[in-house]
């Protein structure tokens, strides 16, 4: 089940290049380069003569020529050359997807180009943004999950698992003691913890104003697809309301997104950023390790869920309380699903 | 096709710990560990919520905590705590298992926990009783097979293969020239070779009371489902009949059993346990050694064996006078899947 | 989609041995090995009793007994001991297949023994001929190929492939310019290309008689089912025609056979003559290596192109000029295996 009408990150801007890079996204195996002039272009990869894929040949100028028998291909998609003769025929031609490249990362649209919003995008604008740290997670690449890309979007929308998964790297903290509140939006779902009055991690509390006790929250909001950000941030405590926070507080977000490879395989690209302790090297680099860390914990938990959900596909589940976000972004998944079919 | 209302070895006594072991019984994943009071423990592995292996959480007292959303679950498979809401929902459970534990091992009733019956163990009680030597097979832990469970009963049941498949190990000692007798019993098969009057074999020799010829005997009893007990011995010629076999002859059994992890692969646990010679501890270490050797022969053959039957269902076979009593053994299991059925 | 009333190379001469060589042709599992009197046998590779593979049993004279439980066969595959029993079932025996041991290979007939016909083979004399030194491929030993064997006939009926596979190897020689001919005849289909007044190729230019301009030409013959012979030569310009060419010219061929091991995997069998610089050892070492390097890339390409036609195994394609030979030997298999339904 894959919507195709909507954005996937492809890759980050740094991954295409002059040389082709195949991936697969949504079961098509996916020719991405860049040509000439710097456009990222994104092909079917595969020749339409003997289907020998396009990213096993070479990039020519703009264009790309196949391995096994020569023919060429301009960045449209379109045959341009078959050696040994002068005809092309109309259907010489290869998928070619659109993209955008925002932010420092490729973004594909699986679906119908002539469909293809930039508007759609997720507000990722953080990412190219004065004032923020930036660590692109795995240095820049995808992490290959074997898990369905929906299982990202759950485990996100239900961070009480925090304290389950990540007790070594991120504590314990008692998080899944707060309740939770599910904000149904047009094309997104927002899971709002809101944690009053509690200390401030030790970690962090240098970067506060003032001493004492802090108001705590975790939004997370899952844009259609699988698009999340989560917001753990605090301020001194009565400062803010949950509707009211103040964006100069100490403030991570985490950027993550499940680009589905196959149904049951997918790419976990990631970003943490951070408006505090912006310049403090050592800082950062902690940041990125410990960031590894963490969501390698979670692959291998979604890994797990994987197998076993294949391994048991009609045992019998039940729903708790912290299920309401995920299962309503799991709605609104379905009901996309159902307006693309119509 | 399983029995699933009889017994099986699930693990070796010392095998299951404070820490969840996981297995895979008829299909069906299943964690093992032990409560605080020693009480051997198996449930289903799997999390009703969100269905990650239980044996990815922790043990808490007599108690699992899953690892993914800390739900709690007792030894009896009731879901005992949920973070963050009061209310259990009635079908927050998961199975559990019929155990017991006996002679050294821990036996598991994958059906109906209700009709889980100890007289239906095998009489297995020389494991732990005085004046027989006990050799666990593999260091007290299962060989894992890539076959089909009832081919290791298959196995047993025609010793005819000892001359082909171990002539290295246990010699070829000619016993597939005496015929066999089936043995049909309510709820096992006999096969009984009898080899009068020959030499012995010249390392147990000095275990007799006598020199001079012997009678030796190879008699395999499978139980149901498969727990395979093979009787290997003799005494002076002439003192005995296989009707009445001396006890107090140096007797070897060895004690195999194969339980069904899938339909086509499966876990070997054996044992091997001897009369005479039980203080002798050089005598013990060769013998540990050499049944290594033999077994490892034994799966050998058994895996390539399900490789070719995958690979070729249909292919014509035929039967010969050894097959009788794997093939009454074969007719008994599938009389009782008809009972399970009705 | 496979012809079965063919010969097909099972094994260079040396591989059969007095030791059991087990190989799949066709989804068969066959066990070959030589007779006392040096004569090749292959039979199926499967115990009629309990299907354990033959080639794990024993050859004794001329004979093989399973390693099981000790049946024997004879070279017809005639089941002649069985130990414990004096009487044979008609039906203990397996099947042998036809084989022929011609120029240095073992050639296997997978279908009806009864129309096993030598003079189907191909005219691969050359192998053994005086005057012609001999290459063979993988230093006489198959390449295992995980692709179907009909894309070996693709690909050598379509020699403008070399410009864009083998351009590091065998050099882009600009053959991609020149048309081709195809020569369908009864059991075989033959592409042609002719390229007048070129200049020769360094490396082979001095065993010309005479310097200057050459005609040049490619010739592959694919004979049923897949015996491909590859004929690379050139003459001084202006001596020779296409249809009369001097056999005394510096004459490479190249023989060549995928044998079908699975629909997606096969044996690739090949050889590499020519009659110029026989006696030049270094020139023949040269040889040896470079044609392991071309055929390896070979291989990658139609793995490459398996693995997409497995992957989308209904995407459009478009077929061009070139394909016109190789089309027509597609069109003569799909010929005969109707006829082998009838």
């Keep these: ?11 980050w801007s740094e991954e295409v290049t002059r040389t082709p890079l195949a991936r697969t996204f949504l079961g098509m195996p ?4 860049r040509a000439e002039d710097g456009e990222a272009v ?34 449209t998609g379109r045959c341009i050359e078959i050696p040994g003769q002068p005809q092309i025929p109309p259907d010489a031609k290869v998928m070619r997807f659109a993209l955008v490249e925002r932010w420092g990362l490729v973004w594909i649209w699986p679906g119908d180009p002539a469909k293809a919003d930039e508007t759609l995008l ?23 999950m074997k898990c369905n890309w929906e299982l990202n979007n759950d485990n996100l929308l239900d961070l009480s698992h925090v304290t389950y998964v ?41 970067y506060l104003s003032s001493a004492g006790n802090v108001d705590r929250w975790q939004i997370t909001e899952a844009e259609l697809p699988g698009h999340c950000t989560v917001d753990a941030g605090f301020a001194p405590a009565g400062e803010s309301t949950i509707d009211n926070l103040r964006e100069d507080s100490p403030r991570i977000r985490v950027l993550l997104t499940a680009t589905p490879e196959t149904e049951s395989t997918s790419y ?18 902690r940041f990125r390790r410990d960031s590894r860390g963490v969501f390698d914990e979670d692959v291998v938990i979604l890994e797990a869920q994987q197998r076993a959900n294949d391994a048991m ?24 699903a159902e307006r693309e079919k119509s």
Tied chains: 1, 2, 3.
């Design 166 to 206: 990540h007790p070594k790297t991120l504590g314990a903290h008692g998080a899944d003691q707060y309740p939770v509140q599910t904000d149904r939006r047009p094309r997104s779902v927002r899971m709002i913890r809101w944690m009053p009055n509690v200390p401030p991690i030790p970690m962090w509390a240098k």
């Design 313 to 336: 596909p009609d045992a019998p589940t039940i729903d708790i309380r912290f299920d309401a976000p995920h299962l309503a972004m799991r709605r609104l998944v379905r009901e996309f």
């Design 122 to 144: 997720p507000r990722w604008h953080y990412l190219t943004e004065p004032g923020w740290s930036v660590i692109k997670g795995n240095d820049a690449a995808p992490v290959a």
């Design 268 to 285: 976990l690209f990631y970003a943490q950023i951070r408006n505090f302790g912006v310049e403090d090297a050592a800082f950062t680099d």
């Design 30 to 33: 996916t020719m991405l380069y």
């Design 42 to 75: 994104a092909l079917e990869d595969r020749c339409c003569h003997r289907n020998l894929p396009l990213s096993m040949g070479k990039i020519e100028g703009s264009d790309v020529r196949c391995g096994y028998h020569g023919l060429k291909f301009d960045r």
């Design 1 to 11: 089940m894959f919507l195709r009408n909507c954005w996937y990150v492809a890759a």
